[in-house]
């Protein structure tokens, strides 16, 4: 099995990175890691069999699985959602669901740090490089502060108080927050509403009910329906392969 974690960022990040994550297939025999949406985009770095890539993900709308190739090191920096369209200089939609080279918009910039990751000792030493990589963070704009509230409610605050509290009309607020995170404010909203559902999903199992309840679902099956439209899986499929 790949052996995932997520490392802490820098304090001067923190209000943009949510972490910095390393995946490391040890054994010889391949595999694939599921991603699932988060309403986030990652810069991605892979190393394996001798070559290095450096890639941007976007915000994903779907679940997608990605090959896990012997010995391979993935590690990435994940921007929490309206917090990385600064670093690419970039509208939010043309990155939604893609995954394109970080030389497309870092230029020489991506290559020396592609080669610094490709001859790093440790996931540590690659982790730190990364983290060095990023832009300083700007203080959060007004629409930023909004996309905040929604990250840190999972998605259950009302969306015309946030287009007030950006001081935006409804309409406004639904066109700024596609621009910033790819996202419209209600699939955004359903994107950080599963996460927290997947979050607690171990916790509570077998009290699904609850848990919808406990997320802002209608009702279980509901909870359901979402789950499964996110990760490819129900909520006893996906304990079950956790087992």
């Keep these: 099995m790949p052996e995932y974690r997520e490392h802490a960022p820098p304090v001067h990040l ?41 890639q941007v993900i976007g915000p994903m709308t779907k679940f997608e699985d990605y090959p896990i190739a012997p010995l391979s090191l993935s590690l990435g920096i994940r921007f929490r959602p309206g917090m ?11 990155m939604t669901d893609a995954l394109l080279p970080l030389e497309d ?19 540590r030493e690659c982790a730190a490089l990364m983290a060095h990589s990023a832009r300083a963070v700007e203080p959060r704009t007004p629409m930023q502060r909004a996309i905040g509230w929604m990250e840190r409610t999972r998605g259950q605050a009302s969306l015309d108080w946030l287009a007030q509290q950006a001081s935006l009309s409804a309409r406004q607020f639904r066109r700024m927050c596609i621009q910033q995170t790819g996202l419209s404010p ?31 679902y209608t009702d279980q099956s509901h909870f359901i329906a979402e789950f499964q439209y996110f990760s490819g899986q129900t909520p006893s499929a996906y304990l079950r392969t956790r087992a």
């Excluded at 995946?23 to 391949?30: C, E, N, P, R, V």
């Excluded at 600064?86 to 043309?94: A, C, N, V």
């Design 186 to 216: 209600k699939f955004l909203a359903r994107v950080l509403r599963f996460r927290h559902a997947l979050s607690k999903v171990g916790l509570q199992a077998g009290d699904h009910a609850g848990l919808a309840a406990e997320c802002g």
């Design 14 to 54: 923190a209000d943009a990175v949510e972490c910095i994550w390393s995946l490391q297939q040890i054994g010889s025999s391949a595999d694939t890691h599921r991603v699932v949406p988060d309403g986030c985009a990652d810069i991605l770095f892979v190393r394996n069999s001798g070559r290095a890539s450096l």
């Design 84 to 94: 990385w369209t600064q670093q690419f200089r970039i509208r939010g939609y043309q």
């Design 105 to 123: 918009f870092w230029g020489a910039r991506a290559r020396v740090l592609r080669e610094r990751l490709a001859n790093a000792k440790s996931a």
